[in-house]
């Protein structure tokens, strides 16, 4: 026993000292003045490749740094649990992309440098990024991220059903109510097809569609002062409230089981789904499966078409003074529209800066496919959502209010006055 | 019995250095399992007690946290989400072991015999055990699609009405143990057919002579000659019905309404989408806990089981 408990020491002792010895550092530079940095981009096909292509672009064109981008192993989806885990080890990449949901939680951490100072350097730019991509980087009035990539919601729609159902296509100043008479008269259960469809696995893909309607009624998710919820309000209510008789009355709406609302998607591209709630992600499918489609905004109401982004964002990690200067200079040349262009492209994502929309290079890459400058002139309309560390579990309790409602378990006032419940218990810190 | 070694050892030789002391007999023996050692206390034991620590603490694992005792564990107690976190793995445990130990041990009866293509059917059965359960997801979700899925339309087919399926907060859980079947039953059939197969033919043969039919032959040489393997198997899968994750996590992510949040799902959802890494941790332990009883109660049955064989053969015992 005694043998055994001094060898567990050991190598306790030698486990624990390798785990650190990983980690040490001396600044990041090397004997011949080069500083590394670690990058975990976290992406796959097309848009790794063109991340390489600029990663080794920058590389040449910048001799005292080097980026080793090997994602740590993760995708996007994975990356939080990987980065919590790194930070809980204290080896921790330079650069991570990190959804725009879990950044609050992250900027906990004081490992995560607060970049107030750096972006609002004359020189950054700071105003040429988007308000939705500003309010999504900044926790607690400190910006603790740069914009790595954004979106916006806008109604894909399907011209051929609308042909045949003798409908005309919808106008940008359409309203929630012709959406819903749309729908229905586009639905057909004897062809299968749907108006209209909404995640209903209940995670954020099903929540996030909500909020447009809450605030272009003038309502919100959080009280002004952010410490209690304020969406089981009238605004929110009516909004839920047609999306339930959409679903349950009008049987308008496909709810998508699948967690990555995938089936829809499908739905849309076989011809079987009239219009799609969708971002500029979602056109690369249609193009590539030769089905027409149109873009409009999103319906409004009282004429307020606002929708709502969720820009992720690249984190950077405070690893001593050399590196952290090293990685702002990376991401801050990453984010310049000629390599936002590039980028772009790859993710077929939006412009980052507004420069980066209005140089020639984006003008041409946006006339082939169709919709996407409609995408893009959106997102002065768009809003982000709040970025504070329960929104996950605020987001989980709508979700729930929405498929409660989708299903029509549950009735709108009752499942929002439930997740209002929930969402105030999150806010005052209480564990569920 | 090692006390008699032991005594030997220390009697005969003189004081042992400490090199021996510390390291045995055979020193090399070590270098063979310290990766494997390195690994366990690496992967396991660090880990397991670093999250033993963590379950007292409030932390989101982003900033150091704090000391709160017990808290987490007293509030474990009035989570209405948590209970049903359990309810769920429950029920789903108390379908999924009896039916895969059960219908693994039918198939595998059945694929014991001289048939033709038995070997197609044995790999047909033990395929979809190999299959990850992401894919197990992908796939059953788009068969069980409420509206355009291929079991909607072959029961419509039938004059069935369609189904919810996993959609149906009723039925999801139901159909997640099919789906835990389909992929799980496999394992049991091998394990079965092993053994059936090491079942000696002549005391089937001798039993047949002596009349007795299929039936009793079953209940009285092939149960018996399994039950080491059919105890083991019951304990395997009922510790792979608690740990229930991946499947949950590739098709329902929980829901509809939570209708399949299981334990460790639950785990996953407090953890690393809340944030709430010591609650789940708390979580994860009442969690290790029930298994370590399973585990505890197996221990027990084969003691008992053991000082009864004993009791039986010793002089005076029933012979």
Redesign the interface.
Known sequence: MRRWLIIAALLCTAIVAAGCGGGSDNGGTSANGVVTLKFWPGQNDIPKQALDTLVARFNATHPHIHISSDSGGVLADEMLTKVTAALASGSYPDIAYIYGSDLANLARSSKVLDLTDTVNRPSFGWNEFWPAERQAATVDGKVRAIPALTDNLAVIYNPKLFDQAGLPYPKADWTWDDYRAIARKLTNAATGTFGAAWPGAGGEDTTWRLWPMLWQQGGDILAPDGKKAAFDSPQGVGALTLVNQMATVDKSIYVDPDPNSEHMQQLFVNGKLGMLIGGPWSLPDMVAAHEKYGVVQMPGYNGDHTTIAGPDNWVIFDNGGARTQAAITFVTWLTDPAQDVVWDRATQSLPLRRTTLASPAYKAYAKTIVGMDLFAKNLVNARARPTIGTYPQISHAVGEAIVGSLLGRTKPADGLKQAEQSANSALSGAPY | MPATVASATTSSAPAPSWRR????EHPSA?AFILPS??LV??MNL?PMGWAFLLSFKAS????PGHWVGMA?YR?LGH????RSAVGHTLLYSALYVPLSVGGGLAVASMLNRRIRFVGIYRTAIFVPFIMSAAAEGVLF??V?????GVANSAMHGLGIARQ??????AQALYVLVGIGLWGGLGFCVIVFLAALQDIPKELMEAAAIDGARRWVVFRKIVLPALRPVLIFLLVWQTLDALQLFDLVY?????????ATTVVVYYVY??A?????AG?GSAVAYVLALAMFAVGLLRLLGGRVQRWRRERALAPGGAR
């Open positions: 002391r510390l390291f045995g070590w050692t390195v206390l690496g660090i989101d694992l982003v900033t987490n509030a989570d209405p989400n948590f979700s788009f069980l699609d409420p509206q355009y919810g399926f996993l959609q149906d907060p590739a098709t329902t992510q929980g829901g509809p309404l939570g959802e407090q690393f989408q809340f944030f709430h609650y």
